[in-house]
């Protein structure tokens, strides 16, 4: 049974140099879920990045009071 279906695969599949598509569709999803994973890792490192950047802020300036107070004298410039 397995034969006749592979048989009927291979009469209705493409073969492309030689791979099958549906080899060369499961190289190309893997390749897509590693690219997505990646670019998510970034991203989720940037967000930490950034936090603890404004923690650091607001350690720095003295509360959060002390970081509103600076950003506002950063943006009108007194």
């Known amino acids: 049974m397995a034969a006749a279906a ?32 990646t670019v998510v890792m970034f991203t989720g490192l940037a967000g930490v990045w950034g936090l603890a ?10 509360g959060i009071t002390g970081l509103a107070k600076g950003f506002i004298a950063a943006v009108t410039g007194q």
């Not at 291979?10 to 598509?21: D, K, M, P, S």
């Not at 950047?53 to 003295?62: E, F, M, N, P, W």
């Open 6 to 37: 592979k048989a009927k695969n291979r009469e209705n599949g493409l073969a492309i140099g030689g791979v099958e598509v549906t080899t060369l569709d499961r190289i190309n999803t893997a390749i897509l879920q590693v690219s997505i994973g």
């Open 53 to 62: 950047s404004l923690v650091s802020a607001i350690a720095k300036s003295g």
